[in-house]
T-cell receptor, first 115, second 109 residues
Framework: SAVISQKPSRDICQRGTSLTIQCQVD?????MFWYRQQPGQSLTLIAT?????????ESGFVIDKFPISRPNLTFSTLTVSNMSPEDSSIYLC????????????FGPGTRLLVL | EDKVVQSPLSLVVHEGDTVTLNCSYE??????LLWYKQEKKAPTFLFML????IEKKSGRLSSILDKKELFSILNITATQTGDSAVYLCAVEGNTPLVFGKGTRLSVIA
């Protein structure tokens, strides 16, 4: 199974600043996703990170606020731009693998607190 | 290293059966344990558990946490085909959120 790491593990940021979260996978994967987990809510899919092209954003999320890069099949970044306290959340990177069946793996998350 | 182990990895049952899904964990500075149901790309939140011994219920689903033995169970009674999904357990601690590999439940008519 894929092993996913994220950096930073946690951060405290000031409103109006931006933070870039990195996601590294130990094997090449086709599909990479970015999610947000706010307390007591479902995991919310922000976007699908596409290698070599622009990310595909879900309703309610835009590239200006959450720019995503995916330069290769093992790495992606999510930037949370112009942060406000409402952006305080856990941000998760996830990948999908196909072996016998479709399986999704989640990274350890980045806990972000915006003051 | 923080880890979450779910069992079984997969399960096939008939409609009407009761199932119990297991989640054990080892994390530093436990905060909460969460259960999700995943049918598509965005897992749906089911329960958040923070205290031992207090059962949480939602319809046919219920869950309980044992912080001494470091595990949780998710029960589904009178299963229906619509319960077919991957059930994920995740634990918050020093590592923001550690997921298990999930239990793939298939309910057949």
């Amino acid at each position: 199974s894929a092993v996913i790491s994220q950096k930073p593990s946690r951060d405290i940021c000031q409103r109006g600043t931006s933070l870039t979260i990195q996601c590294q996978v130990d094997s090449q994967v086709t599909m990479m996703f970015w999610y947000r987990q706010q307390p007591g809510q479902s995991l919310t899919l922000i976007a699908t990170a596409n290698q070599g092209s622009e990310a595909t954003y879900e309703s309610g999320f835009v590239i200006d606020k959450f720019p995503i890069s995916r330069p290769n099949l093992t790495f992606s970044t999510l930037t949370v731009s112009n942060m406000s306290p409402e952006d305080s959340s856990i941000y998760l990177c996830s990948v999908e693998e196909w072996s016998l069946q479709e399986t999704q793996y989640f990274g350890p998350g980045t806990r972000l607190l915006v003051l | 290293e923080d880890k979450v182990v779910q069992s079984p990895l997969s399960l096939v049952v008939h409609e009407g059966d009761t199932v119990t899904l297991n989640c054990s964990y080892e994390v530093t500075n436990f905060r909460s344990l969460l259960w999700y149901k995943q049918e598509k790309k965005a897992p749906t939140f089911l329960f958040m558990l923070t205290s031992s011994g207090i059962e949480k219920k939602s319809g046919r689903l219920s869950s309980i946490l044992d912080k001494k033995e470091l595990f949780s169970i998710l029960n589904i009674t009178a299963t229906q085909t619509g319960d077919s999904a991957v059930y994920l357990c995740a634990v918050e601690g020093n590592t923001p959120l550690v997921f298990g590999k999930g239990t793939r439940l298939s309910v057949i008519a």
